[in-house]
């Protein structure tokens, strides 16, 4: 690996693990084999079993895995003791621990190797430090095997060429990166405020904007506009007639007196009415799976909706000579859609506007689609739809458990604040406003956080360059104490040969 790195400065050496460790027995020791240490021989107390959680976790008094006196002695040879450093090396390869004072006495599990150093040589933080940089996490990454997930071992850490400087230095180094680190992890705490201060003044700004306050000063210089009310009457008008589905204009009436309760006071020219009174939903197509095939056009599953936007990562077809036979199913570029089964997840409500680039494509069941009239602004819906007084709607009438689904009729009795044409579409552009405005903030602290990432990689990479702190020509150099072990070491190997001889 040493040659994937640049020189190193005066005083420093390349070492490896082997070099640096304790002159003990099994200073460098992965777990052992699964066969002697199987979850049958586990006890309620007794010698701990660390393992991956405990370093995942940063954690060494986490967990309560303990076995007996006799198979502790059995094991012996994978013991810890304060000063170890831990490694993980299944999945989450490359995790690190070093084991403080006070820790329980026990063994490493075989999902772990365990190293103990010899201090006079190297600092654990150091180290823990260097098998943190970027460069050691790419060298694991290339050499780690496994077939479902990664696996790190023993034989590729004693690969591992270190770049080590004076002990003295080593701690300076230390000290530096903690420095440094502080500050990053307090800018990024500060940062982490950011998305909860948007999504607070988001909804702020809609809660205004459906209560009348975003346009209170529009009203006052458009006086003139009609008022929804007459809106009301052309819908009620539509809805008389027999012939069609809906409801009539006295079921409609009565229904806003029982929605004022639902709603804060409403300016006079606003009415409060239920969203099947301007819209339907429309729900999909039973597609068999059986007629899917491997190109054609794209078929919109609830999987497919995530809050904001539409996501093709799982994509079944439908050929194009059978979806002529759902053309009432074809979606159209700025249509909004809603997920009907599990329709709230963390990020919000799975709710979407269409674009050009998601079309064409075929509405699956499962998945609805708002078809407005022409008394209310698709905008001015979507900023409804994806504000807290819908999202808590949907929330209370969700039912199931495992798989939590909501039907058209709980989308269409959703009580909607409904102002004159002409001012829900000032209301929508207010509302685009401040929400790019938002957005651009939103932005900017997702590539503030890259630059934080960056910045911590860039003063690990500096570290083990040399360039991080000053040298110091007082310390000892660290080469010349490499080539002390290196010698001794060749001794100890020439008497063991010259006793084999023998």
């Known amino acids: 690996m040493s040659d994937e790195l640049i020189e190193l400065p005066e005083g420093w050496g390349w070492t490896s693990f082997e070099e ?32 991956q959680e405990q370093v995942i976790n940063e954690d060494p008094f986490f967990g309560d895995y303990y076995i007996d006196e006799e198979r502790f002695e059995s094991l012996k040879s994978c013991a810890v003791k304060p000063g170890d450093i831990l490694i993980s090396l299944v999945g989450t390869i490359g995790k690190v621990l070093i084991l403080p004072e006070g820790i329980k006495p026990g063994i490493i599990n075989p999902r772990l190797v365990k190293l103990s150093l010899d201090n006079s040589l190297v600092s654990n933080q150091y180290i823990k430090a260097f098998l943190e940089s970027p460069t050691v996490r790419g060298y694991f990454a290339k050499l780690s095997h496994g077939g479902t997930m990664d696996i790190l071992n023993l034989s590729i850490l004693k690969t591992l060429s270190i770049p080590l400087p004076p002990i003295a230095e080593q701690k300076r180094i230390v000290a530096k990166i903690e420095e440094l680190r502080s500050k990053t992890q307090k800018a990024r705490e500060a940062l982490e405020t950011i ?5 607070r003044f988001r909804q702020s700004v809609l809660a205004a904007a459906f209560r009348g306050d975003l346009t209170a000063d529009w009203r006052e210089e458009n006086s003139d506009v009609e008022p929804a009310s007459t809106l009301l009457e052309e819908i009620s008008r539509k809805q008389a007639n027999p012939q069609k589905k809906g409801r009539r204009s006295r079921e409609v009436v009565a229904d806003i007196r029982a929605n004022q309760s639902k709603l804060e006071d409403l300016p006079e020219t606003w009415l409060p009415i239920q969203i099947r009174d301007v819209c339907q939903l429309q729900t999909g197509y039973a597609f068999k799976s059986s007629w899917f095939v491997p190109e054609g056009i794209k078929l919109l599953r609830g999987i497919n909706v995530v809050p904001g936007s539409i996501r093709w990562d799982e994509v079944v077809y439908l050929s194009e000579e059978q979806s002529q036979e759902f053309t009432n199913y074809f979606l159209e570029q700025g249509d909004i859609i809603i997920a009907m089964d599990r329709p709230v997840i963390s990020s919000g409500l799975k709710i979407a506007k269409l674009t050009y680039q998601d079309v064409p494509a075929l509405l699956l069941q499962r998945v609805g689609r708002f078809s407005l009239t022409n008394v209310i602004d698709s905008e001015y819906l979507f900023c409804y739809l994806n504000s807290h007084i819908f999202l808590s709607h949907i929330k209370d009438q969700a039912t199931g458990t495992q798989l939590p689904h909501i039907s058209a ?16 579409r000032e209301i929508a552009k207010e509302v685009s406003i401040v929400l790019q405005k938002i957005d651009l ?55 063991k040969s010259t006793k084999r001889k023998k």
């Not at 240490?37 to 393992?51: E, M, N, P, R, T």
């Not at 998305?195 to 999504?199: F, L, Q, S, V």
């Open 20 to 51: 640096i460790a304790e002159k003990v027995p099994n200073a460098l020791k992965a777990g052992p084999f699964g066969s002697a240490l199987k979850k049958s021989f586990y006890v309620s107390s007794g010698y701990k079993i660390y393992g």
């Open 195 to 199: 998305p909860e201060m948007c999504d």
């Open 409 to 424: 009729n709980d989308i269409e009795s959703a009580v909607l604040p409904l102002p004159p044409l002409l001012e829900q």
């Open 441 to 495: 903030i939103q932005q900017q602290y997702e590539a503030a956080k890259v630059r934080l990432e960056k910045l911590d990689r860039a003063i690990l990479a500096k570290a083990f360059r040399g360039e991080l702190v000053a040298q110091d020509p007082n310390d000892d150099p660290a080469s010349v104490l490499l080539e002390q072990i290196r010698e001794e070491r060749a001794k100890v190997s020439d008497r």
